[in-house]
């Protein structure tokens, strides 16, 4: 029985309550992962759609050219200087120095972002995934600056995107492409791999225009000790690393966070998620208004028109 199945009052079940009074506890995921039903048709090896089903996620290399990457970091440091989208709204600084930290709906404001975003190799492997026609949820340029780069706590982007957006289903995913070199010590993406079979419902209640403080730091949402320590010492933790221009595709349910960057060396990604066409937001499962539409795309919601980008990268 699918998670979307619609009541006779036309409304959406709430298979996943979160925040609700509830004690921090788990539920069992019962949505795929993978939703294809034909590995060998997939656009990877059948190797790497196994290892993100179990795991919850894959570092691809080598997608991109060399030309390509340079092209994207471009355009990363265009928008960052962009000082009419700085004062936009749509962008988000550090909580202490006011560096950017995030400039969000990038295929909309930024052509080459647009058509990054419906590229065969992102959008066509989304598709494949998830089973269907994708749309952008939400996109984002994710800026941490030398020094003073703040963490982001660990949390399920789902468990968000279902409270805060009304997202019914976990059939999306997010990929993070590498803008600058992301290593162990500048602050990359952490997982714990395998916790996307676990919901983790959380605590207390959802504020009052909530996104304006959680995108600086986020405090509600947040998975409680026992139950992050319970997933931590199941699947351990993995430090998500590589060159620019990789891939970092994950499932929109695995746990995951970042440490602070207090090196000199700045550590940027271009993110995009890809939602199923099936499974488009509703009202949010909580007791507040949606959330903006450059963080979650509700009126304007179109398939992607899957690019082919012509170029052979093996």
């Known amino acids: 029985m699918s998670l979307t199945e619609r009541d006779q009052n036309n409304t959406v079940q709430d298979h996943y309550r979160s925040r609700s009074g509830l004690k921090a506890h788990f ?22 759609v196994q290892q993100y089903d179990e795991q ?5 290399e080598d997608l991109f050219s060399a030309r390509e990457v340079a092209g994207f970091q471009q355009e990363l440091d265009r928008l960052r200087h962009d000082e009419e989208i700085k004062a936009s709204g749509e962008t988000i600084t550090e909580p202490d120095s006011g560096d950017v930290r995030s400039i969000f709906r990038i295929h909309e404001i930024s052509p080459l972002f647009k058509k990054l975003a419906a590229d065969a190799r992102l ?3 989304a598709q494949y995934l998830l089973d269907d026609q994708v749309y952008i949820h939400q996109s984002r340029l994710n800026y941490k600056p030398g020094f003073r780069g703040k963490e982001f706590y660990w949390h399920s982007d789902f468990e968000t995107w279902h409270v805060e957006d009304g997202m019914p289903a976990m059939r999306a995913l997010s990929m993070s492409i590498t803008l600058t070199a992301n ?3 500048n602050g990359p993406l ?19 225009e909530h996104f304006r403080s959680s995108l600086k730091k986020q405090e509600y949402g947040v998975p409680s000790d026992e139950c992050l320590s319970h997933l931590a010492e199941q699947g351990g933790i993995v430090t998500a690393t590589g060159k620019p221009g990789s891939v970092i595709l994950f499932d929109c349910n695995i746990m995951h966070g970042s440490n602070g960057n207090i090196t000199p060396f700045p550590r940027s990604n271009a993110f995009f998620v890809y939602n199923a066409l099936s499974n488009r937001v509703v009202d949010p499962f909580c007791d507040q208004a949606p959330r903006p539409e450059y963080i979650c ?7 992607l028109t899957v690019q082919q980008s012509g170029n052979n990268h093996g």
């Open 27 to 48: 539920i069992d995921r019962t949505d795929p992962v993978v939703y294809a039903a034909e590995p060998t048709a997939a656009p990877i090896s059948e190797k790497l």
């Open 56 to 60: 919850g996620f894959i570092i691809l």
């Open 123 to 125: 959008a066509g492997l």
């Open 183 to 185: 290593d162990e010590s």
């Open 190 to 208: 952490l997982l714990i791999p395998g916790s996307q079979r676990k919901y983790v419902v959380c605590e207390g209640h959802t504020p009052a």
């Open 297 to 303: 795309t509700r009126r304007q919601i179109k398939p």
